[in-house]
């Protein structure tokens, strides 16, 4: 059952509301909830689950007697700001609920396509509720359910998931960790911009959507972000290894009253003549190094010198993961972290050693 709802009165209301509309009974004493908070990000940012979502899923379990609640989510940097920019500190203090940082959590080994996978334990026992946020992705064109479980991960494991070619391990781990509901933050989103421009917002969507079924949760919000389940890879793969059902009974808004026209993200993002890029190898440690050069350069006089030289002046392409070609295209080539090293000495590439590399490391090469 999947159930899209507009928003009315308050966010947190619309979420009571939608639970109760698909009768969301849950079946564990204690429940897990795992939001989409990567990274420091104001409230209301398109890149995170709006904290007031949380709160609405928080107070329905409340009247549904149950008592030991856990917001749990791996950042991927910076813990605590994290936690405190977002509003879900403050959120989880005020409702009396416990936060925690799955990073520093007790884990188990479950089997998988992949051998063992370290999961933290309190899945297992718990009612485990994922909540999503409505986004494009560098890699994986949408970001939702399916690749909101990469955050259960440690960071070591989420790295290895892009070398192992990161499509069909996020699809093989929706078939052994198993919400019981998921929901999707469609308050907001983001998309993707003119070619080389990252991360546009999209704003008043005004949308809930909650589902019983990760895969058909996740296919139904890429339709409405104008996307076919069946060209996003992950989802795809899901479907082949009968993991689940792109199709489930819906309820609410209809999907061709609320369709949009998401803009995917380009494989690489280009600020004047500075070109950053990406492949499916390369995971969040790199991708969020662009935005650490830049800010490094744009507070160290001599390094924004050589920025501006090599950004506006003259093409520079810094390269990450594992590119399958060299573009004759490119300018001076740069390549970054350890994912490209084998590249980079065949093709006597300047490199930077790191997983992930160091700005500033990065700006003494450039
Ligand atoms: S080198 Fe970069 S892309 Fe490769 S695993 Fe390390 S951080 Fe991720």
Same mark, same amino acid.
């Given at each position: 059952?999947?159930?899209?709802?507009?928003?009315?009165?308050?966010?947190?209301?619309?979420?009571?509301?939608?639970?109760?509309?698909?009768?969301?009974?849950?079946?564990? =004493?204690?429940?897990?909830?795992?939001?989409?908070?990567?990274?420091? @990000?104001?409230?209301?940012?398109?890149?995170?689950?709006?904290?007031?979502? +949380?709160?609405? !899923? $928080?107070?329905?379990?409340?009247?549904?007697?149950?008592?030991?609640?856990?917001?749990? =989510?791996?950042?991927?940097?910076?813990? *605590?700001?994290?936690?405190?920019?977002?509003?879900? /500190?403050?959120? @989880?203090?005020?409702?009396?609920?416990?936060?925690?940082?799955?990073?520093?959590?007790?884990?188990?080994?479950?089997?998988?396509?992949?051998?063992?996978?370290?999961?933290?334990?309190?899945?297992?026992?718990?009612?485990?509720?994922? $909540?999503?946020?409505?986004?494009?992705?560098?890699? +994986? +064109?949408?970001?939702?359910?399916?690749?909101?479980?990469?955050?259960?991960?440690?960071?070591?494991?989420?790295?290895?998931?892009?070398?192992?070619?990161?499509?069909?391990?996020?699809?093989?781990?929706?078939? !052994?960790?198993?919400?019981?509901?998921?929901?999707?933050?469609?308050?907001?989103?983001?998309?993707?911009? %003119?070619?080389?421009?990252?991360?546009?917002?999209?704003?008043? $969507?005004?949308?809930?959507?909650?589902?019983?079924?990760?895969?058909?949760? *996740?296919?139904?919000?890429?339709?409405?972000?104008?996307?076919?389940?069946?060209?996003?890879?992950?989802?795809?793969?899901?479907?082949?290894? =009968?993991? #689940?059902?792109?199709?489930? /009974?819906?309820? #609410?808004?209809?999907?061709?009253? @609320?369709? &949009?026209?998401?803009?995917?993200?380009?494989?690489?993002?280009?600020?004047?003549n500075l070109y950053?890029?990406?492949?499916? =190898?390369?995971?969040?440690?790199?991708?969020?190094? &662009?935005?650490?050069?830049?800010?490094?350069?744009?507070?160290? %006089?001599?390094?924004?010198?050589?920025? $501006?030289?090599y950004?506006?002046?003259q093409r520079m392409d810094i390269? +990450?993961?594992? %590119?399958?070609?060299?573009?004759?295209?490119f300018g001076r080539i740069l390549?970054?972290?350890? @994912?490209?090293?084998?590249?980079?000495?065949?093709?006597?590439i300047p490199? !930077?050693?790191?997983?992930?590399?160091?700005?500033?490391?990065?700006?003494?090469q450039v």
């Amino acid at each position: 059952m999947i159930i899209i709802k507009q928003t009315k009165d308050t966010i947190e209301d619309t979420v009571h509301d939608a639970l109760s509309e698909i009768k969301y009974n849950p079946q564990h =004493e204690r429940v897990l909830i795992k939001p989409c908070i990567p990274s420091p @990000c104001q409230v209301g940012a398109p890149y995170i689950t709006n904290h007031r979502i +949380t709160a609405g !899923v $928080i107070d329905y379990l409340r009247q549904q007697g149950i008592k030991e609640i856990i917001v749990g =989510e791996g950042p991927l940097r910076d813990y *605590d700001r994290t936690f405190a920019v977002s509003g879900y /500190e403050k959120m @989880c203090k005020n409702r009396d609920v416990k936060l925690i940082n799955l990073h520093h959590t007790e884990r188990m080994g479950i089997n998988w396509d992949y051998g063992e996978l370290m999961i933290p334990s309190l899945i297992l026992d718990s009612e485990y509720i994922n $909540i999503a946020k409505l986004k494009v992705h560098t890699s +994986t +064109t949408v970001t939702l359910g399916m690749k909101n479980q990469m955050g259960l991960l440690r960071k070591e494991d989420n790295k290895k998931i892009h070398l192992l070619g990161l499509h069909r391990p996020i699809a093989a781990m929706s078939g !052994v960790v198993k919400p019981n509901l998921i929901i999707i933050d469609a308050i907001n989103g983001e998309q993707g911009g %003119p070619p080389g421009k990252h991360g546009q917002r999209v704003q008043d $969507i005004n949308l809930v959507i909650c589902g019983t079924n990760l895969l058909a949760t *996740d296919a139904a919000a890429s339709r409405l972000m104008g996307f076919s389940p069946e060209n996003i890879l992950h989802l795809k793969m899901a479907s082949d290894m =009968e993991i #689940g059902d792109f199709e489930d /009974e819906m309820k #609410g808004v209809s999907l061709d009253e @609320c369709k &949009m026209n998401f803009i995917p993200l380009t494989d690489h993002r280009r600020i004047c003549n500075l070109y950053y890029h990406w492949t499916d =190898e390369t995971c969040s440690g790199c991708l969020g190094l &662009m935005a650490e050069i830049r800010a490094f350069a744009l507070s160290h %006089p001599w390094h924004l010198g050589r920025f $501006i030289r090599y950004g506006l002046l003259q093409r520079m392409d810094i390269l +990450t993961g594992k %590119p399958k070609t060299i573009s004759k295209t490119f300018g001076r080539i740069l390549g970054v972290g350890d @994912c490209m090293m084998d590249i980079a000495i065949e093709h006597g590439i300047p490199f !930077v050693h790191g997983c992930p590399p160091r700005a500033v490391d990065v700006l003494r090469q450039v």
